[in-house]
């Protein structure tokens, strides 16, 4: 399976600008009132768009459309020159078809994808423990009797269906862009022969419910990859929570963007003040959550319950809302806000073993040996930032 963090900087550029030109005509015709809104979004009004996620699969056609494009922009400039300049007009005449003929095209079927109204809508809830939480009611309330507790496609009436429901920790949810997930889900499916292979739940969820249950899905299926394989293979960010911080002007996980995380889960008490990391401290019960900040803690986390269970899920200790056992733990999340290293010890005793979430370096890290002077957690740290998360979610960096 390929890894959807792309390591190659023109596929990421090229990947960024298929989408770019795509998501800017849409919000013109929008603006210019000639496409209407769909479930509150302007509505893609083409039964085609162009496909990121299979030129990520495929890197032969990816190259071909790179080309393809050199191409045309090279005949475009020679078209120029040629109304400028008479004497150019036949040869241009006669090289352009030819050349075009030349060109090693990709293939339509792997550049151009059935869309849905919805296929270039953003999720309207933000990625936080409650959504994930609301999202967990849903799931079970309508998903689990067809997809599974662990979302793995074996619920009780998954072998009566037309066909099986996949497994969520595989790359599917990663591969398929937000929007169009979320018209699977609302309208439901259709197999080979046009014969119904999903239900649509348009009718039973609201259009928030529905991105709740799918930023559940993308928890769930982080939790049961790191659980099968002890990586997460696609990046996961941390989610937004409510805070009470020392620094009174921040509320929540996302007022610290830009700044590296430390999630502490436990009593608190045992971790050592850092300064290289903002500390966050989610107490492991109810009972032990104190007043007063421990002196290493910058934040406490006041959306409790909600974070214990998305954490659990997220780390795939559990898959249905119960109370979890989450005894210590720790992870950080880099500058970007996402989820890199896991501490089980609880301990302080950081190293590179610790990272779940890996990336090939951009740039060689510089200054090894001051790398080797620092203590575990500096050296994560320089990691992390030294790998930074080249995130692609439906043919799209996050
Ligand atoms: C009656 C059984 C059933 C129920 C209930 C059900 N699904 Fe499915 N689901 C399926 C089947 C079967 C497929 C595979 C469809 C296919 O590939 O044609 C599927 C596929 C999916 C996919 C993959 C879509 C894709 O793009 O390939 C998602 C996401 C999904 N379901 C979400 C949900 C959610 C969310 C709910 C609850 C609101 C739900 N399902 C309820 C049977 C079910």
């Not at 939790?223 to 009470?244: F, H, K, N, S």
């Not at 890290?365 to 320089?382: H, I, K, N, V, Y």
């Amino acid at each position: 399976m390929p890894d959807r963090i792309v390591q190659a900087p023109w596929l990421q550029h090229l990947l960024e600008a298929i989408y770019f030109v795509q998501w800017q005509l849409l919000q013109c015709l929008h603006r210019l009132g000639l496409v209407g809104t769909h479930d509150g979004q302007p509505a893609w009004p083409w039964r085609w768009r162009l496909s990121g996620e299979n030129l990520l699969i495929d890197l032969g056609q990816a190259r071909a459309l790179l080309i393809g494009l050199g191409v045309l922009g090279m005949l475009a400039l020679l078209l120029l020159a040629a109304w400028r300049w008479r004497r150019l007009r036949w040869p241009v005449a006669l090289a352009a078809p030819l050349v075009l003929w030349a060109t090693p095209w990709p293939a339509a079927h792997v550049l151009l994808v059935p869309a849905q109204a919805s296929s270039f809508h953003q999720p309207a809830v933000p990625w936080s423990d409650q959504a994930i939480q609301a999202g967990a009611q849903h799931y079970a309330q309508h998903c689990v009797q067809c997809h599974g507790v662990r979302g793995d496609g074996h619920g009780p009436l998954a072998a009566q269906q037309r066909v099986w429901p996949p497994n969520f920790a595989g790359p599917l949810l990663w591969q398929r862009s937000d929007g169009d997930l979320f018209a699977h889900v609302r309208q439901g499916m259709v197999g080979r022969q046009g014969q119904p292979t999903m239900p649509g739940f348009a009718q039973q969820l609201s259009v928030p419910q529905t991105w709740q249950l799918l930023h559940y899905l993308r928890a769930l299926a982080a939790g049961q990859v790191l659980r099968a394989t002890g990586e997460w293979a696609q990046a996961v960010a941390l989610p937004d929570m409510q805070l009470r911080c020392s620094a009174h002007n921040k509320t929540s996980v996302r007022d610290w963007q830009g700044q590296p995380l430390r999630w502490v889960v436990g009593t608190g008490q045992e971790v050592l003040p850092d300064p290289r990391v903002v500390t966050i401290w989610l107490p492991a019960d109810e009972h032990n959550a104190l007043q007063q900040l421990p002196p290493a803690v910058d934040c406490l986390v006041t959306s409790q319950q909600a974070a214990r269970q998305t954490l659990a899920l997220l780390l795939g200790q559990q898959a249905l809302s119960a109370t979890p056992e989450l005894g210590q733990v720790q992870l950080l999340a880099d500058r970007h806000g996402w989820l890199r290293a896991r501490n089980g010890a609880g301990g302080s005793a950081w190293s590179e073993d610790d990272l779940i979430c890996r990336t090939q370096p951009t740039a060689a890290p510089e200054g090894a040996s001051a790398a080797l002077a620092q203590d575990g957690l500096g050296r994560l740290l320089r990691l992390m930032d030294a790998t930074p998360v080249r995130f692609v979610k439906g043919g799209r960096l996050h």
